[in-house]
């Protein structure tokens, strides 16, 4: 689903800018000419103010320059831009159809056209792990609550926890994906710390998910998530992970910090790691982990269960 599912007046807004011009201010992003890119798309803003690709240069641009509130201010112009035009739609869209419109413009976490059937994988992997309505979920890195908005459906008001530290990413998420009445019937509670701290939620976890998150986060970082879950784990909880398995020795990652799109960064990219290397993170935790054999492998993503060696 694609801009014709708009109305005339909403694509004429949306044409597409000058491939040149667009192309310039990235390699001038990649380039570390930041400030120049800065005022090259906000001269493009000012000719084409309405167009939802233009502010989402601006965004790359700011973003990549450090200013952080100047690039929010822009991503949620582009918010803005695309739910008007989606508010004059011919007919109601759907969930899916309206994030194959917002994903043409921001980042939401994955490919657009996958936006709801990775968000409801999420769900199913929990649900063949024994998932209850009564059992609480802490979300890692739960984005724009892809997975978030099906698990809340599940999930008895009050038992869900994303932590993002991307505060635009999930604003768009609480407004746009799951939307004001199913915030108020969920009743979810968030976290925006960067160290992978669960402890602010002040409460355990029956399930702890991170689904393509060691795909972006360092050895120390996965430590961090096995420690948090130790410090927080119900005495039979469970921790799902995906990951990309490393091919051999010179594929495991051994950078100390996360690689890939965040709420300071608009480069993409994903690594892998050493099975090997996690299984003995947990067993020096006292963990036990697995392949869930059950769980089925999305573009490559292979999921693990954790737990307390002693359950």
């Not at 000012?46 to 929010?72: N, T």
């Not at 159809?97 to 980042?107: A, L, N």
Request: charged share 20%; glycine share 8%.
């Amino acid at each position: 689903m694609q801009l014709s599912l708009l109305s005339a007046e909403a694509k004429e807004e949306f044409n597409p800018l000058s491939t040149a011009l667009t192309e310039r201010i990235h390699k001038l992003i990649l380039a570390g000419q930041t400030d120049v890119a800065v005022a090259a798309a906000s001269q493009l803003c000012v000719l084409r103010p309405h167009s939802p690709k233009a502010h989402a240069v601006l965004y790359q641009a700011r973003i990549s320059a450090g200013d952080r509130e100047g690039a929010y201010a822009a991503h949620q112009t582009v918010i803005d831009l695309v739910a008007a035009a989606i508010d004059m739609s011919a007919r109601p869209l759907s969930l899916q159809e309206r994030m194959s419109v917002f994903g043409q413009f921001i980042f939401l976490g994955g490919p657009k056209e996958q936006f709801e059937k990775i968000g409801k994988l999420q769900l199913r992997v929990l649900l063949n792990n024994g998932l209850r309505p009564d059992h609480k979920v802490l979300d890692i890195g739960c984005g724009c609550l892809r997975a978030g908005v099906h698990i809340m459906e599940v999930l008895n008001p009050g038992n869900y926890c994303g932590l993002e530290p991307n505060t635009n990413m999930l604003k768009f998420g609480k407004t746009h994906v799951v939307g004001p009445a199913g915030m108020v019937a969920a009743r979810p509670n968030f976290d925006n710390n960067l160290e992978f701290d669960f402890t602010p939620f002040q409460t355990t976890f029956d399930f702890f998910v991170a689904r393509s998150i060691w795909t972006h986060a360092s050895k120390p970082q996965i430590e961090s998530m096995l420690d948090g879950f130790l410090a927080t784990a119900a005495p039979d909880a469970v921790f799902l992970a995906s990951f990309y398995p490393a091919l051999d020795d010179e594929d495991d990652y051994t950078e100390s910090g996360w690689t890939g799109r965040s709420e300071s960064s608009c480069i993409g990219g994903w690594i892998r790691h050493s099975p090997i290397w996690i299984a003995r993170a947990c067993v020096e935790r006292g963990l036990r982990m697995c392949q869930d054999e059950d769980a089925p492998i999305e573009n490559g993503q292979v999921w693990l269960r954790i737990t307390r060696a002693t359950t």
